[in-house]
């Protein structure tokens, strides 16, 4: 619905924010689909259907972390854009566009496809039947050799605490620029005197704040268990546990599943705070009941 509605141009956001946002909505159901509906349902309810082939688990592996990274880094892309429409007035003019908003998704997604190309060879079949390859499974290689644990490694930390750090830092500037904004307005206008006087920028400026911080605060929290999770098993343990009923286990499971939910969360967060945002889906949800009744009758 979102990567429908938005385009429409309907919902009071400049057409470079669209981009971004119908971009991250496709991201994210891509996610959502390699990781939750193939990785997890097709696979585990139907572990000898076609998907199971290795060219095919491999080439389906190799999709979830290009969707996993798209998704990740398109947060990341637009967190910087809206940084820079707030506290770059110079440069907002020039890299605050739709065109560069084009530029830039497409070279994230690029970007992201090349830089885990090397997932294609590091698969190998599980088990041969009747010269059909089926499963697959990391090579050996892969947990011994030095390129490849390093491999791993940037990966990792690519869609993880390099994300972390940047929308801390960016979204802590943002904020700090829109306090001390706020500081200089109330004084210009005479509100530091106790006066209450209503002041619809201050309103959205402070809009801005907390949009800010529920994404900041969001993205953290369901992140944080599976980079540490992943840190811990490399670091203190080297191998996970596949015990379902070990600590390690259970700690990775419950990270993954929030993983995977903060795919649900840039929509929501910027979408349906956006009173005309939701106005269109209310619309979109009565055309379709409209539609569905007159079948029915």
């Not at 506290?87 to 830039?104: D, I, P, S, W």
């Not at 690029?110 to 294609?120: A, I, N, Q, R, W």
């Not at 980079?227 to 990775?252: E, G, H, M, W």
Request: hydrophobic share 45%.
């Amino acid at each position: 619905m979102t990567a429908v509605i938005l385009p429409k141009g309907k919902c009071g956001l400049s057409r470079g924010i669209t981009r971004y946002m119908v971009a991250m909505a496709i991201s994210d159901i891509l996610v959502l689909i390699f990781h939750v509906l193939l990785s997890k349902i097709v696979a585990y309810y139907f572990p000898s259907s076609f998907l199971s082939q290795t060219a095919i688990c491999t080439s389906y592996a190799y999709l979830r972390i290009v969707s996993l990274g798209c998704s990740v880094w398109l947060t990341v892309t637009f967190t910087f854009d809206r940084f820079i429409n707030i506290c770059c007035q110079k440069l907002r003019l020039r890299f605050c566009t739709e065109k560069t908003a084009v530029v830039v998704i497409m070279s994230t997604c690029v970007l992201s496809c090349l830089k885990y190309s090397p997932f294609h060879f590091m698969y190998e079949p599980s088990i041969v039947i009747d010269n059909v390859e089926w499963g697959c499974q990391a090579k050996t290689i892969f947990f011994i050799s030095a390129g490849w644990v390093a491999f791993s490694w940037i990966c990792t930390l690519s869609v993880s605490l390099l994300p972390f750090f940047l929308i801390l830092l960016l979204n802590g500037l943002t904020v700090r620029h829109v306090l001390a904004a706020s500081r200089v307005r109330k004084t210009l206008k005479g509100l530091g005197s106790g006066q209450n006087r209503s002041d619809s920028e201050m309103e959205n400026r402070q809009k801005s704040i907390v949009l800010l911080f529920s994404f900041s605060i969001t993205y953290i929290l369901l992140w944080l268990t599976e980079t540490v999770t992943f840190i811990c098993t490399r670091i203190a343990i080297s191998a996970l546990d596949q015990n379902p009923t070990s600590p390690a286990y259970i700690a990775n499971e419950v990270g993954l599943f929030l993983m995977h939910l903060s795919s649900c969360m840039n929509t929501c967060i910027y979408g349906l705070t956006q009173s005309k945002f939701r106005n269109e889906v209310k619309n979109a949800i009565n055309y379709l009941i409209t539609r569905v009744t007159k079948l029915i009758k």
